[in-house]
């Protein structure tokens, strides 16, 4: 079974930055879209960023783009999203998805998730 696992979440300041990690195991890495979404208390999970399987394609909620980067390493199975001039609607729990094939932005398509690293961003 994927088994996703990510890391990096903590407590920091508005326009602060954070590197939350991805690791993978499982299933063969490079055959998975991997996606960053996230939820905040009370609120739907929301799209945040997507990576191709190769890592040559991403795309980016129009609320994080210009400040957040996913990228991902095949050979070491992490995907790394990098959050940077953090808002304070930023704060939320963050989690990692994979599927096989082509990233999309529907939760609903992905079955392969990480338990969540928690993101405060302070006002």
């Known amino acids: 079974q994927v088994r996703l696992v990510e890391t990096g979440g903590g407590l920091v300041q508005t326009g602060g930055s954070l590197r939350l990690s991805c690791a993978f195991s499982g299933g063969f890495f490079a055959t998975y879209a991997v996606n960053w979404f996230r939820q905040a208390p009370g609120k739907e999970r929301e799209f945040v960023a997507a990576?191709?399987?190769?890592?040559?394609?991403?795309s980016y909620a129009d609320s994080v783009k210009g400040r957040f980067t996913i990228s991902r390493d095949n050979a070491n199975r992490t995907v790394i999203l990098q959050m940077n001039s953090l808002k304070a609607e930023d704060t939320a729990v963050y989690y990692c998805?994979?599927?096989?094939?082509?990233?999309?932005?529907?939760?609903?398509?992905?079955?392969?998730w990480g338990p969540g690293t928690q993101v405060t961003v302070s006002s």
């Open positions: 998805a994979a599927r096989l094939g082509d990233a999309v932005r529907d939760s609903f398509s992905y079955r392969s």
């Open positions: 990576i191709s399987r190769g890592g040559g394609a991403s």
